[in-house]
């Protein structure tokens, strides 16, 4: 499977499991919404959690995209990751942008962009590189 296949399916079902590595090398796995900017996966997350941190020390991860109906169509995504975090110059835009691709319109932008400020999020993002699964 092609790499665009893959977030083409992303982009409609943002029901993913993260996957990083832990310090010992062990798997950690968490439930996340995801969505796709500009050919990337992108995650929010509050900053203080293991998945931020394991990608700080080995910037790889797989996403595994699941349907609505969990079993039949899926994906899994590999590459390289990044933390966009808030001290880089427009996070709290790209964090805007990250909840449009998943969720579409907000109610109230302000109390979104003061959410974000005070839950300390970041946006992991991840270019894959490699993609597999029953499409």
């Not at 062990?26 to 990337?40: E, I, Y």
């Not at 700080?56 to 995504?77: C, I, K, T």
């Not at 909840?99 to 999020?121: C, K, N, Q």
């Amino acid at each position: 499977m092609d790499v665009a296949a893959g977030l083409e399916f992303l982009s409609t079902h943002h029901r993913v499991v993260l996957a990083t590595r832990r310090s010992d090398g062990g798997t950690q796995m968490s439930p996340v919404n995801a969505g796709v900017l500009d050919g990337a996966v992108v995650i929010s997350s509050r900053a203080m959690l293991a998945k931020v941190a394991n990608l700080r020390h080995r910037p790889q991860a797989s996403v595994l995209v699941l349907n609505d109906e969990f079993y039949g169509r899926w994906v899994q995504l590999d590459g390289p990751a990044e933390i966009v975090d808030q001290s880089a110059a427009g996070t709290l835009d790209l964090l805007v942008e990250v909840y449009l691709s998943i969720a579409g319109e907000h109610p109230d932008w302000d109390d979104y962009r003061a959410a974000m400020v005070r839950d300390e999020r970041v946006v992991i993002r991840i270019h894959p590189q490699r993609a597999s699964g029953v499409l």
